[in-house]
């Protein structure tokens, strides 16, 4: 087996060998690995195949922007994941891990025939191809587009795994653990402010922790040296936290931010068991100084996708940081002088390079340095082509013309197994612009900026453009001085020699002499975009970069573009004949880099998913089989089967028996408003449709409240408990919006209103004990209390005693029976339940559901809020003008009711229907028509309530028909999918009209 | 996700409060004597400012008041935050 491990580095524990599979096969690394690194050393640069043409691809970068690395973790079921970076992935024994989107196997791809026909398949093919026939996108073109869509394998079973949230707070905030980031938190720590500083890498120090130029030193060491010791210091500082593999993933405003530390990714599998894997860090800074660096932009020229191409200073971190050399025979692409540092740390560990330069000339100290070494360097060239198929073997250049936009002279062949690409750096921007913060353009290098806009927030470091250590470091000490209004002598005496950078040449595509169209310069490797699709984006009339960016799916991978943007946006810069920074850019969008679903939900899985509220009685409902229905957060009995009944039959049974002998309901999850204060009969008036100021004390009135827009918001009974305190029942959803909604009127339209509002909903458990049994249900519970119809009328209300605990009972009534509702202290809520049920035995006491609830108040055409109602209906299109007085001044929503549009007569109202055949049951929802014939159909309105009645042997509904009040007894239409169902028009109150059964 | 200091309890996080749209609408005290269109002014018309823009908040998961807040929409910076009743700040117009 091949070695590339070339020499020991201080990060490698070559004592602590690693057994890792890739492909099914076993390889070894050592601790301090990445699993890219790892493949490196094992001379494996093929790790997938490219997304449309299915091309051989291998390991680019060393970090975050890589396109092509990306693996399948893992095969179990639950804990298999897809598309991690190999090159932030640290190997640990056992490590499993597989190449993506090849079958079957990344050598030899059946896939691979799209390269062939790729010209076959250009930007937009979707868009262009599955357009037609409609009935084939079903069948065909979904299916396909399925199968050879998406990269990895998403896990099927539930992630077993702990993720965890944490709250903090600091004074500061530094994003990035490179040089700059090092001594901003210093200089932040030192002067007493509480400092978090993150690194999503393993060990601080970004790209100088492996810099041994001998030309780029401080205080006469080398930059790393000089570095280490400042990390070692900073570790001693008491209010600097430091979390390393954390990375931050969105910036928020008001300086939030998520960040995700990785716990245990790194750690073999018994290592990892019952251990939180990742944290999410939600971050509140007071200030945030950004320091997240700047990554190399690879060169646009053809066939530069071929494994064995990584971007030069990759090849220097794989070398100088993991003792790994990428090649033995390497070539360095350049147009800046970065490469030159990677050629000069290859040649020093003896692997032979050559340089071809993009620039005329150039005439800095490390140019100068690798002259004197004796490397060979071309300037003026440019890469042309690459050979070799699962990895380079050779490349053709030409020299550049005077303009840069030709090639001119002969082709030169050189053989290499690696090519270096450094097409120049981008300062990573996204923080600065995820903050909101604007971009500036600076021509000389062509990057994008930050432009400084805000006192809470700054960029430093190579991030903001500043590229030499020099100029980092000055720059860096003298903006955090500024920024955090301190004055730090620390580096006043740092005395920094480095390499400066005098020429510069950038061509976003490189010129070639073979036409564009049959050349594959890929700008965007793991979406697949070629130069050539940009080019035919903008001559299809694209513009806009956001266009060109969807249209093309450059920068729309997981990586996001990273290492694409700017050559997407500089092609079109170039072609359009505009100035790039007059293009602007896309979105830099959350995250940075992807999260697991994992660390977004933390601890709230399973059961913690959402708040459950459970009334008191709930245990008991569970233990009688009951079904649930979520209403709103509430857990309410929906039903309770009996005997394996379905549930029509158990709403049939428990409705008929509620009429029939006793019905309870637990309505303990109704909203419940304590109204207290001298003024609170007045404020009732103002909030209510209907007059509250002669309900006498003890008494009980239904009430209903609109919206400003006269459109009805909810409906509940208020009892006049004593003189100044009232206690008002809201629906079960609309608790916390009523009071929300009150509490406004209260504070600010009408302050000088004496009244206190409490929600007391979950102080108080409520039974309701409906039908003709109830009064003897009553009689045996309360044996002392008057329950004739004189003393203890309909609408009235007594307080009494269950043992010794205070009960308020309410002689009202959901469904249209004789009911009582009893309200005891919530704790006691259970035995209250118990007690009704035992003493209702003899009765046939039957719990019903919410059910059961709707159907006994669609019989009698009580409206449900939100289900019969939609928030366009007025209390006159329910039929309910009774409840609208006349007489008051003034009440929420009055003045709405006539305005023209809410007088009209044509509105939509509540209307009953009844079927033609009594047995055919209507379809909630269903459209009502009057003539199935004339096209367009004209919609008339729909059915809002329907069920099939046991107490009248019937199928009845409620529904919202278009004047609907004039109707009744006429003929109307439900068209379903197979037949039309004829219905008439009636009243909405289909049993007891009368009201006799209150009074049973 | 704002930072807002409830004049009642201090700096919160923006998941305790819910917003109530734009500030300084009085309900008329006589709304019978308004015609339509002018009911339809207060009832439906709202401005939709970009830059400094008046709105009430209600701390609902705190302290349950409504206080009014002075607002940049462009930069969504809060500038001044004070209660039901009081004048707003002069300096922002």
């Known amino acids: ?1000 | 996700m704002f930072l807002i200091n409830c004049p009642f309890c201090g700096e919160r996080d923006q998941s305790e409060f819910s917003s109530g749209g734009e500030a300084h609408i009085v309900r008329p005290k006589q709304p019978t004597e308004l015609s339509d269109d002018e009911w339809a002014e207060y009832l439906f018309m709202r401005k939709n400012i970009k830059g400094i823009q008046f709105e009430r908040w209600n701390h609902v998961h705190g302290c349950r008041k409504w206080f009014n807040v002075v607002r940049d929409t462009s930069n969504d910076k809060i500038l001044s935050v004070y209660k039901m009743g009081e004048k707003p700040p002069v300096n922002y117009k």
């Open chain 1, 1 to 1000: 087996m091949p070695n590339y491990r070339i020499h020991k580095t201080e990060y490698i524990d070559e004592t602590k060998r690693v057994s890792f599979k890739y492909d099914g096969k076993t390889y070894f690394g050592y601790e301090g690995d990445t699993l890219a690194s790892a493949l490196l050393a094992n001379g494996i640069h093929l790790v997938g195949r490219s997304f449309k043409y299915h091309r051989p691809r291998g390991i680019v970068s060393c970090g975050a922007e890589e396109p092509n690395a990306i693996c399948q973790i893992g095969s179990k079921k639950d804990l298999t994941e897809p598309n991690v970076r190999a090159t932030e992935l640290e190997l640990y024994e056992g490590l499993e891990a597989s190449s993506q989107n090849c079958w079957p196997n990344v050598k030899f791809d059946i896939g691979g025939i799209n390269n062939f026909i790729s010209p076959l398949i250009p930007a937009g093919f979707y868009y262009k191809t599955f357009m037609w026939p409609k009935s084939f996108w079903k069948k065909v073109y979904e299916p396909l587009i399925r199968l050879s869509a998406g990269l990895g394998k998403s896990p099927t079973g539930p992630d077993p795994d702990i993720y965890d949230h944490k709250y903090v707070h600091y004074d500061v905030l530094v994003i990035g653990g490179g040089v700059s980031g090092i001594i901003a938190a210093k200089m932040a720590a030192k002067n007493n402010l509480k400092t978090l500083l993150v690194d999503d890498k393993k060990i601080l120090g970004g790209s100088t922790i492996y810099q041994n130029n001998e030309s780029i030193k401080i205080d006469d060491k080398l930059s790393s040296e000089w570095l280490k010791n400042e990390i070692q210091e900073i570790k001693k500082l008491s209010n600097l936290t430091i979390k390393t593999r954390t990375s931050i993933a969105a910036y928020h405003g008001y300086n939030f931010l998520l960040a995700k530390e990785n716990l245990t990714d790194h750690l073999p599998e018994e290592k990892k068991k019952n251990k939180i894997r990742q944290r999410l860090w939600k971050i509140r800074a007071k200030k945030v100084i950004i320091a997240t660096g700047s990554i190399e932009r690879p060169l646009v020229f053809n066939n530069n996708d071929r494994p064995g191409i990584l971007l030069s200073n990759s090849i220097n971190k794989y070398l100088d940081y993991y003792g790994v050399t990428c090649g033995e025979n390497i070539i360095l692409f350049t147009n800046n002088d970065s490469a030159y540092e990677t050629s000069i740390s290859l040649h020093k560990k003896g692997i032979k390079n050559i340089i071809v330069d993009l620039r005329k000339s150039a005439s800095s100290e490390l140019i100068k340095q690798a002259e004197s070494l004796g490397i060979k360097i071309y300037f003026n060239h440019v890469v042309t082509n690459t050979f070799g198929y699962r990895k380079i073997n050779s490349l053709e250049i030409m020299k550049l013309s005077e303009d840069g936009n030709t090639t001119i002279g002969n082709k030169i062949i050189l053989s290499c197994d690696c090519l270096g690409m450094s097409g120049g750096w981008t300062p990573m921007v996204h923080m600065h612009t995820q903050s909101g913060g604007k971009l500036d353009f600076r021509d000389e290098d062509q990057v994008f900026l930050p432009k400084e806009n805000s006192e809470d927030q700054i960029s430093v470091g190579s991030c903001n453009g500043d590229f030499d250590l020099e100029n980092i470091i000055d720059k860096t000490v003298n903006k955090i001085n500024k920024f955090l209004e301190i004055d730090n002598q620390d580096y006043q005496d740092t005395n920094i020699i480095c390499s400066k950078e005098n020429d510069k040449r950038n061509i976003w595509l490189l010129p070639n002499k073979i036409p564009l169209g049959k050349t594959k310069c890929f700008i965007d490797f793991q979406n697949d975009s070629t130069a050539k699709d940009i080019k035919l984006a903008l001559k299809e009339g694209f513009r806009s970069i956001e266009h060109v960016k969807r249209y093309t799916t450059t920068g729309m991978a997981t990586d996001q573009g990273k290492l694409s943007n700017m050559h997407a946006l500089g092609i079109i810069a170039d072609t359009a004949g505009v100035k790039m920074g007059t293009l602007g850019t896309t979105t830099f969008r959350p995250p940075f880099t992807p999260l697991t679903f994992g660390t977004l939900v933390g601890r709230n899985v399973g059961k913690f998913f959402e708040v459950v509220r459970k009334t008191s009685m709930h245990e008991w409902h569970v233990e009688n089989n009951a079904e649930f229905e979520n209403v709103g957060q509430w857990k309410r009995p929906w039903y309770y089967p009996k005997n394996g009944e379905n549930m029509h039959d158990a709403v049939q049974r428990e409705s008929k028996s509620a009429r029939d002998s006793a019905g309870i309901l637990d309505a303990s999850t109704l909203g419940k408003i304590d109204i207290q204060g001298t003024d609170a009969s007045e404020f009732l008036n103002r909030v209510y449709t209907n007059a509250w100021s002669k309900l006498a004390i003890g008494k009980c009135r239904y009430g209903l409240m609109l919206n400003e827009d006269g459109m009805v918001y909810d409906d509940g009974v208020t009892t006049r408990i004593s003189e100044n305190h009232y206690l008002m029942t809201t629906t079960t959803g609309g608790a916390a919006n009523v009071l929300s909604k009150l509490e406004d009127y209260l504070q600010t339209e009408w302050p000088e209103l004496d009244v206190y509002l409490t929600s007391v909903t979950d102080h108080y458990s409520t039974a309701s004990i409906c039908g003709p049994n109830s009064k003897k249900i009553l009689n045996k519970l309360f044996p002392n209390l008057d329950l004739s119809d004189e003393n203890f009328p309909h609408m009235s209300f007594k307080e009494d005693k269950l043992k010794n605990i205070n009960c308020r009972i309410m002689r009202i009534s959901f469904t249209g029976e004789l009911s009582y509702e009893i309200n005891i202290e919530s704790k006691y809520g259970h035995s209250l339940w118990k007690m009704c049920i035992e003493a209702g035995k003899e009765f046939n006491l039957t719990p019903y559901g919410t059910e059961t609830m709707h159907l006994l108040r669609a019989e009698k055409g009580f409206i449900i809020v939100g289900q019969d109602t939609d928030g366009t209906m007025t209390p006159s299109d329910l039929q309910m003008d009774w409840i609208v007085s006349k007489k008051k001044y003034d009440f929420i929503g009055k003045r709405s009711l006539y305005r023209s549009d809410t007088v009209r007569e044509d509105r939509k109202q509540l209307v009953g229907l009844l079927t033609d055949d009594p047995k055919e049951v209507l379809e909630e929802g269903a459209q009502i028509v009057s003539d199935v014939k004339s096209k367009p159909i004209d919609m008339l309105g729909h059915v809002t309530s329907s069920y099939f009645s046991p107490n009248l042997n019937k199928s009845i509904a409620l529904a919202v028909v278009r004047s609907g009040k004039t109707m009744k007894g006429q003929k109307l239409i439900i068209p379903m999918e197979n037949k039309n169902i004829n219905v008439t028009v009636s009243d909405t109150i289909f049993l007891d009209k009368e009201n006799k059964r209150l009074n049973a």
